[in-house]
């Protein structure tokens, strides 16, 4: 060790500094080729895994968005029927639109209404029952009537009695509304 | 050799991050944009849900107003109708008249008609005072 030492002082001190070189490139070889290039290499491996995931997660984000951007562009388009659905089926029960609605219903079938009440049925619609009075010739044309209403509405029970001339009706409607998601 | 090698691999590093940052980014934006589309979402969610309710329902439903102008129309003149009745798919009715073979002709009128699935007399009544027939039945339909 002590003669390398010396030998390498000795060529610094002629000048002749290709042993320096030599020992700087054999020191470079050693710490690129063994290190730089073989952890390079490793490195490169999983980072080319890593972006073959990347670019899988980005085309499904893509897709994903493309998708949400026809969803929206549909919504845009159905907008007016998307009223329409939200105001057969509304968010809450809304039992005084309802209510406004079918007595201006009834009165232009020539029915007037005597009693109206509720009762909760299930967590999306509700169950109504209305006394009405009025001529019971009149009925079939209400029910077609209670079409044009823009609840969405099930009759489940229609009762009409004529007594001493005086006609009146019991009727049972279901109501729905958007369905309470359970927590 | 050795040093080319290296600044090879050192290159395909480089890009290789500089590839990595692109679509970091890229999916970044993407997320955003996605995360936009919240309301859009749960507004399409509540939409479909309803359809379906809609689409329930409907399907479930009568043609009760048809049904009853149907049942009506056929009544004749000189028949009163004292009690209509729709449920459970049933419709019940109860007529008062002066004759039973009128019951009988308006019988023979419903099942022209060939939805009418059934009619049952449930009850029948005489009021001998007035002479008047009472005739409570149930009438069916296909569907």
Sequence with gaps: MKLFIKNILFYFYVGDY???YFIIFMFSFVLFGFFGVRSGVIFAIEKNDVLTQLIALNDDLQAKDS????VAETLRTAAQYVRRLDAAIPDKSSMEVFLADF???AGN???GIQRFSTTQ?????VIVNIDLFGDSVLLPQFLTNLKQLNRLVTITK???VQKDRISTTRLVLTLYFKEIPES | MVDIVFLVVLGVNITLNQRIEGYQMGISSLVNS???????NAKAAEVTRKIALYKKVTSEQQDISGKTTFLIAHLPNDVLLREYVFENGAYTLTLEMNSPIKMAQLIANYFLNKNVKEIVISAASLDAYQSKYTIV????FVK
């Design chain 1, 109 to 111: 079938s020539g029915f």
């Design chain 1, 158 to 160: 229609v009762d009409t």
């Design chain 2, 34 to 40: 996605i995360e936009g589309f919240k309301d859009t």
């Design chain 1, 103 to 105: 007595a201006v219903l």
């Design chain 1, 18 to 20: 290709s042993l320096i």
């Design chain 1, 67 to 70: 998708q949400m951007i026809t």
């Design chain 2, 137 to 140: 039945f149930r009438v069916s």
């Design chain 1, 121 to 125: 049925s299930t967590k999306d619609s």
